[in-house]
């Protein structure tokens, strides 16, 4: 069930790129990263029952929006393979029950809900088993290939506002860990060096749950890319000393005005570029835009005490102390130089540049 | 060597203020909170030898520059105490050899020298070893006992800028523990609440060290203050949604100007203030005030990558990752609204104000 990182790190190089990828199907199996072990081990394990993919996601083996969304039709994928069922009705009954399974791990990510349902689908439209098993494969295997597919053009997209020599901050993780390969965020820095232009990247280190530190700067290093973690205090001293050039972080929910919802301290981030004249961009696809929503409708999750009373096991604080540990803030438009997706560049006033890349414009 | 918290609670309820004191003569024999003990365990360590001061020093049972300055004088003192000297001449030796040791301990801090000379100016002013013993020993005490007094004397300038209901974030620890007693920010913070106003407290927790989290948060709440943690991260959330009403802190240095030197992330915490219309505080005594210096005369200790590559022991990055970990930030004097001090509160403009603290104005 555990590969050794050697074996792993093999495996990596036949990849179309070498950047970490934290889900696949490789010969009937679902191979991911093991994120609770970093940065300590690079791990891969390997699954052949849903029911352990629906482990997988609930213990934050994966974690991130669209890497969660894919791993759930992966894991579905496995329930059509263990399906014994000779006729469709047994079959859907199966589907079914795997389904329910995996969305009630992480009922609140919409990219989970969204990724089981692509699969139902197909599933439903099937004839018979045998061959919808393959379809129902073949399905969540095209939404993995997809998902690298959109970071890549994001990437490319993203990677012309960004010159030669720069030095870009990045805040929490939105990189190839968070999505199947390559990344959001993470994937325009990628994009921004193999075009050619050299690069170097300030990682913040995001507490509580340091991503920045755990996930960011383990992820660029193994890539190769000139990276440096610095506190989150830090982030004012490294901009007001001229060590930062540019700001991108990926985002978790984006309105129609431009406001986005990001890992909580990108909104400090983002109003301390401002005062710096540093431009601050935000990558994530089309899929990450809500329409409806206007900042008041959104409620933003409090989280547990115990990520900010300890680090890794080890008390920080005094017991029984008062916690404020809000995990998103919201980042206003007017904060944000460019919002980079797959379809292009929405630039202020924001409005009407989001409605053009749905080709709502005029 | 270690007094039970109950025994140590109990000397507490004696004392003038039931804030902690740090540091203190008791019986011949210095007395210190171990700081390296908390937020787990309230510890009280005895020393009678004046090189096992030094380590305490050294190895940061105690720390915050006016505590330090202080406990080099009662190291100071226990030498006096032990020599065997019968003249003067043997027992300046033996007191310029403890001052050597005590010195090297923190070479860089300026209160520390400040504190030894103080002491040694009284020991070379001796006429016989037993008088000068009991001299040394008083000035020591009356160190002490002054440091107490200034930020008491800060504390009740300070109360007069908070009011009623009022929500105070605070950065880093500039408490009871960085001094003998009381405080400088937080003493303004204990102040306000004696003098009968209801407030409420937000410390930062102040990555990488932690001083929020391990010492602000542990001493407003031993005395009964409301006190809530935040991830530096939340500094910004906090602000726009209202949470906050002032904010006070500490300083390391402070320049004739107003540029205010002190713990990474002063900076954001200030300038994120000035954007939502929050008033921001500085507390220092005057021994604080360096009126030679100009911003580029100062130079920002970096300090070493494993503070911000693990916590309390545990491995947080990537082994041999590039990090910025600079110990102190500068505030510019545009974004602070008062610099509180036991001569007074001086206001923009602050090359002006300070100089009449000094009793140089006009």
């Given amino acids: 069930m555990v590969y050794s990182t050697v074996g792993a790190t093999k495996i990596m190089e036949t990849r179309i790129h070498p950047s970490l990828r934290t889900v696949e199907w490789k010969d009937n199996t679902v191979v991911m990263v093991d994120q609770t072990k970093l940065p300590n081990e690079l791990v891969y394990v390997k699954y052949t029952d849903y029911k352990d993919v629906a482990e997988a996601i609930r213990n934050l083996v994966v974690r991130g929006a669209p890497a969660i969304g894919v791993s759930g039709a992966f894991g579905l994928a496995l329930a059509a393979l263990g399906s014994k069922a000779s006729g469709m009705e047994d079959f859907l009954k199966d589907m079914e029950q795997a389904r329910k399974i995996l969305f009630e791990t992480r009922p609140t990510a919409v ?31 095209k939404m993995a290939e997809e998902d690298i597919e959109i970071n890549m053009r994001m990437g490319k997209n993203g990677s012309q506002l960004f010159s030669d020599n720069d030095t870009i901050m990045t805040h929490c993780n939105a990189g190839a860990l968070a999505t199947v390969a390559y990344g959001t965020a993470l994937g325009v820095i990628r994009a921004t060096k193999e075009s050619g232009k050299k690069i170097r990247v300030i990682a913040t280190e995001t507490r509580p749950v ?71 961009y935000v990558a994530a696809p089309l899929s990450t835009f809500d329409m409806k929503s206007t900042p008041k409708d959104v409620v933003i999750e409090q989280r547990k005490a115990s990520e900010v009373t300890g680090v890794a096991g080890r008390k920080t604080a005094p017991d029984d102390i008062n916690v404020i540990n809000p995990a998103f803030d919201m980042t206003p438009p007017e904060l944000i130089a460019g919002i980079i997706t797959e379809a292009g560049v929405a630039r202020p006033p924001f409005e009407e540049s989001i409605k053009k890349l749905f080709g709502q414009g005029p």
């Avoid at 197909?122 to 129902?136: F, L, N, W």
């Avoid at 530190?213 to 004012?236: C, N, Q, W, Y």
């Avoid at 129609?256 to 005062?275: F, P």
């Fill in 111 to 141: 990219n989970l809900a969204w990724g089981l349902e692509r699969i139902m689908n197909v599933a439903r439209m099937g004839k018979d088993p045998v061959e919808t098993r393959k379809k129902v494969i073949e399905e969540a295997k």
């Fill in 210 to 280: 340091m991503q920045g530190s755990r996930l960011t700067a383990f992820e660029l290093k193994h890539d190769g890319i000139d990276v440096s973690l610095i506190p989150d205090t830090a982030v004012g001293y490294s901009m007001a000393n001229g060590l930062v050039s540019k700001v991108i972080v990926g985002a978790d929910r984006i309105l129609r005005t431009g406001h986005v919802y990001n890992k909580i301290g990108t909104y400090q981030v983002a109003l301390m570029a401002k005062q710096h004249g540093i431009p601050f």
